[in-house]
């Protein structure tokens, strides 16, 4: 949480001085530097006091030196300055989602306790994406959940179908009509 209010402070000058094609390509940027993140010999390397903070930006710039991209390399060297590198991941988070906004592009998951095959997937995110106006994409994610969920954390959507919930309301409607 504290990465994600640090990073927004970076992100919000970014979409005032950048146009879409320069962000979307820093997104994708900041998204692979990110996933060196997943290392642990890479963060052993980035939190090391015995690595200087010349070489650890040099290493980052490093890897997105094929880019040629002006702002990603001034970018990089403000976190260095800042010492602020380990926020490269939460930055590269915020920074895709706050395109998808703008974009009106959302992530979201499914959660069922049985396997939903993705053509159902599709429809429901295609629905749903109806119905709030944006393009929804969802993942399924196994659980044990009995009935099906579906979250789309940034637009604050959560819909769900319980089995229990469903035969009680079910029994209590039959009960009444009786």
Known sequence: MQYELIAKRYIKPL????????????????????T???????????????????TKTALVLD???PANSKVANNLIKLLAENGRL?????????????IGRVK?????????????????????ARDLGNKVGATISLEFVPSTFDGVRVEVDDL?????????????QLVEHILKAI
């Open 15 to 34: 979409f005032e001085l950048c146009d879409q094609v320069t962000l979307d390509n820093l997104s994708e940027l900041l998204n692979s530097v990110a």
């Open 36 to 54: 060196a993140f997943e290392s642990d010999k890479f963060i052993t390397i980035m939190r090391s006091s015995d690595v200087s903070t010349e």
């Open 63 to 65: 890897m997105v030196a």
């Open 86 to 98: 380990d926020l490269i991941p939460a930055l590269a988070e915020g920074l895709a989602r706050e």
């Open 104 to 124: 009106r592009l959302y992530k979201g998951r499914v959660y069922c306790d049985s396997a939903i095959d993705k053509n159902s997937i599709d429809m429901i």
């Open 156 to 168: 604050n959507i959560e819909i769900n179908f319980s089995k229990t919930r469903l035969n009680a």
